[in-house]
Nanobody, 120 residues
């Protein structure tokens, strides 16, 4: 079994910054890509950022230049540094990872989410 646990969500004023973390644990052999998604009230879940094991990053246009994704492979942890936050960034942020377990089976896992609220 593999678990993803997010942390770092909070209430912040517009223009502020937050850093989210997501740690993967369990029967892990290798973590392939790690990513962040978000879901605002009444909207579908949307892609935010992705970082494969090779460190090349991808971002949604709406967060480019403001958010930075990074990972610590030794800790199986991914981070999302969010700067210049806007009220439109308000959402539940979910961590997603493709993990190869010790059994060599590969699957996609999701965390339970962490709430980010940006006040105007």
């Amino acid at each position: 079994q593999v678990q993803l646990v997010e942390s770092g969500g909070a209430l912040v004023q517009a223009g502020g910054s937050l850093r989210l973390s997501c740690a993967a644990s369990g029967s892990i052999f290798k973590v392939n890509f790690m990513a962040w998604y978000r879901q605002a009230p009444g909207k579908q879940r949307e892609f935010v950022a992705r970082i494969p094991s090779g460190m090349t990053t991808n971002y949604a246009d709406s967060v480019k230049g403001r958010f930075t994704i990074s990972r610590d492979n030794a800790k199986n942890t991914v981070y999302l540094q969010m700067n210049s936050l806007k009220p439109d960034d308000t959402a539940v942020y979910y961590c997603n990872a493709e993990v190869m377990a010790v059994s060599r089976a590969t699957a996609s896992y999701w965390g339970h989410g962490t709430q980010v609220t940006v006040s105007s």
